[in-house]
């Protein structure tokens, strides 16, 4: 008699994949355990070697006993990709080991012995690249050998802990820099990580604004506004909205706004938090980047207190799978992505667009309008730029 929890998970499976694996709910069968949910499940790797444990359940005690064959098998990377339009790599040759891939679900028992996947080096992966490895049943001989399809692979997402340099906001750096090129987008995402610290709690806090050379058709990002308790307006061509999300201090949130040619949605932390019909702007010209609130006065008064990094300029609407998949990093030579300030060099004025596009940023050459109107060089905003990299900044993918 299975206990009633697995009978729960049996449920959950056969129902999920009715249709699918053709099982019914009298139907003994086994799967890949923790793909009850989902079949990609995280494992972090902070240091290698790095283990993580997989085993296979059946919905039922067995009679007699069943051997398993388990695999790495790379090509379902691709596969998983092309079905829910993700963007995840296959972990590079010679990263990962299988340990015991023969494993066994003895006669009276509804769990097996485990397999170990083991990464053992990480030197070869690229920056921004969220790795996948597939762990698949290969084969099955003994007393039971019928496998629930949806949950014959799972799918370890490789969340590397990241330790990243960022920049701490200080308003004597506020300021503009205007590129010589601009990026034409009809669709667009906007994305970017901050920290606050200086949430105020009442009083407009704006921190910066992608918009095109003239300030016109602006992606402008403030707390605040009109007293809303630590919530985030979001200021676009298409529309304006603000956040059912209210922040707090000392954490790190990734933020994305996405115009898909309809709708703008907005997300924190790879999760929808507001959207809403837009207006098409025809077309926005980005070429301008304002870091806080640089005019006039307004550069102290209205200043937010914050460490950000990892802005991103995308020409097309990016799906929520994508969204989450790139919450620490993503690939500089993603389809689509324009503009790639990590705003992780930990030293200098000099911010570099890592998809080698050519919109790197000297920060000596910005300007700010000190009137309504006039734009004056700012050459010392450079040397008011703040460093910092602590145990505060990382991230686990």
Known sequence: MATVGALAAASLLLSAC?????????HSALYVSGTEESPVVKFVVEDTPASY???????????????????????????????????????PEGAVELENPQITITEGNAISSAATVKVVSTEAFEEGATY???????????????????????????????????INANYNASSNFIFEKAIPLTTFTYEMKIYPTGLANSGPQRFCALEQADESKALLLRFNEANTSNKLQVMTPCGTMMSNTEFAN??????????????????????????????????????????????GGYNSRQFFGHRFCEFRVWDRALSASEILGGLCGVAANSNGLQAYWKFNEGQGYIFKDATGHGFD?????????????????TPDACNNIQWVKDDVNKCAQ
Do not use: C, H
């Not at 059946?58 to 388990?70: F, H, I, R």
């Open 250 to 295: 000392n954490q790190w949130y990734t933020l994305s706004i996405v115009w898909d040619g309809t709708n703008l949605l907005f997300y924190v932390n790879g999760v929808l938090d507001n959207s809403l019909a837009g207006k098409d702007p025809g077309g926005v010209n980005f070429q301008r980047f304002e870091m806080g609130m640089s005019w």
């Open 132 to 166: 996948m490895i597939p762990v698949t049943i290969k084969s099955v001989s003994g007393g039971m050998t019928d496998v629930i399809e949806g949950s014959r692979t799972i799918y370890l997402r490789v969340s590397r802990v990241i330790n990243f340099a960022a």
């Open 18 to 26: 009715r249709g699918d694996g053709g099982f019914d709910y009298d």
């Open 361 to 377: 940023m000297d920060w000596s050459k910005t300007s700010r309008a000190i009137y309504e109107g006039d734009m004056l060089p």
């Open 53 to 91: 444990a997989v085993t296979v359940q059946s919905t039922e005690k067995v009679a007699s006993n069943v051997n398993l064959t388990m695999a790495v098998d790379p090509s379902k990377v691709a596969e998983y990709n092309a079905i829910n339009k993700t963007a995840y790599f296959p972990i």
